[in-house]
T-cell receptor, first 109, second 113 residues
Framework: TQLLEQSPQFLSIQEGENLTVYCNSS?????LQWYRQEPGEGPVLLVT?????EVKKLKRLTFQFGDARKDSSLHITAAQPGDTGLYLC?????????FGAGTTVTVRA | DADVTQTPRNRITKTGKRIMLECSQT?????MYWYRQDPGLGLRLIYY???????NKGEISDGYSVSRQAQAKFSLSLESAIPNQTALYFC????????????FGSGTQLSVL
């Protein structure tokens, strides 16, 4: 099992503020994915990053894959209450995903 | 209708009972997975199947078994449930060769008393 560590575990911010969530590992992954999970539902894929150094933007969300393909970050600009949820990173190796424990983000109105 | 459907959504059972969780999908994907989610531990892979004739153990398969009845159906069984199997269980599917993008069901909350 390849360990993925996410930080922080919890994050509570005011609407309009920015936030960054980190996903770190000592292992190299062929790809890394970010999911968001809302209460009572399964995780939903936000993005997949494949190339070291890759940056992807999804509206106010910016995802970055580290040059060595061991770590990733998720940055949200001007957070909104609708961004509230559990954010999970997952690294792919040998056609299987290993998940981090997640970061619970709460955006207060 | 949901693409990945899990039944039941909630289940309370007693120690020693046999339990089956069912998953069906309409996405036409070959690959199906069972994960459990525990607070602070994330999602851990129990079993996975890359096609109807293929079954593989994940990282925490002890105490569980699976059956792939058809491309669209993948069930998880707990032969003799124990309290530390209390968790949120997710079924997921993926399409071969797609960087393993997973599509999850809504989960089954299982409590073993």
């Amino acid at each position: 099992t390849q360990l993925l560590e996410q930080s922080p575990q919890f994050l509570s911010i005011q609407e309009g503020e920015n936030l960054t969530v980190y996903c770190n590992s000592s292992s190299v992954f062929s790809s890394l994915q970010w999911y968001r999970q809302e209460p009572g539902e399964g995780p939903v894929l936000l993005v997949t990053v494949v190339t070291g150094g890759e940056v992807k933007k999804l509206k106010r969300l910016t995802f970055q894959f580290g040059d060595a393909r061991k770590d990733s970050s998720l940055h949200i600009t001007a957070a909104q209450p609708g961004d509230t949820g559990l954010y999970l990173c997952a690294g792919e190796d040998d056609y299987k995903l290993s998940f981090g424990a997640g970061t619970t983000v709460t955006v207060r109105a | 209708d949901a693409d990945v459907t899990q039944t039941p959504r909630n289940r309370i059972t007693k120690t020693g009972k046999r339990i089956m969780l069912e998953c069906s999908q309409t996405k036409g994907h070959d690959r199906m997975y069972w994960y459990r989610q525990d607070p602070g531990l994330g999602l851990r892979l129990i079993y996975y199947s890359f096609d109807v004739k293929d079954i593989n153990k994940g990282e925490i398969s002890d105490g569980y078994s699976v059956s792939r009845q058809a491309q669209a159906k993948f069930s998880l069984s707990l032969e003799s449930a124990i309290p530390n199997q209390t968790a949120l269980y997710f079924c997921a599917t993926s399409e071969a060769g797609s960087n393993e993008k997973l599509f999850f069901g809504s989960g089954t909350q299982l409590s073993v008393l």
